[in-house]
Nanobody
Framework: QVQLVESGGGLAQAGGSLRLFCAASGGPFSTYAMAWFHEAPGKERVFVAAISPSGDYTDYADSVKGRFAISRDNAKNTAFLQMSSLSPEDTGVYYC????????????????WGQGTQVTVSS
């Protein structure tokens, strides 16, 4: 059973940056595809970014391309989301997720989830 713990959220101003962390334990981290999802207030959870187990493939939602970057350090069992040029629309809870099979853009494709970390962007 994989446990995921997010951190790094907080308050940022529009145009600012934040770096999110996802620490994994309890499973072979280097074999899992990892992803980040965003749940804005009152809205569904949506795909943000994903990375393959080796880190050689990444995918992004159109809304974050050029602003966010996903990465991972398999030696430290940690995934990251570097968020830049933040806007108030980026406000919400960010969830880290792990998939046994492959990267995907749908929440149902992921097997393990963290509890989320709150990001609030002020204008």
């Amino acid at each position: 059973q994989v446990q995921l713990v997010e951190s790094g959220g907080g308050l940022a101003q529009a145009g600012g940056s934040l770096r999110l962390f996802c620490a994994a334990s309890g499973g072979p981290f280097s074999t899992y595809a990892m992803a980040w999802f965003h749940e804005a207030p009152g809205k569904e959870r949506v795909f943000v970014a994903a990375i393959s187990p080796s880190g050689d493939y990444t995918d992004y939602a159109d809304s974050v391309k050029g602003r966010f970057a996903i990465s991972r350090d398999n030696a430290k069992n940690t995934a990251f989301l570097q968020m830049s040029s933040l806007s108030p629309e980026d406000t919400g809870v960010y969830y880290c997720a792990a998939a046994r099979l492959r990267t995907g853009i749908w929440a149902r494709e992921y097997d393990y989830w963290g509890q989320g970390t709150q990001v609030t962007v002020s204008s």
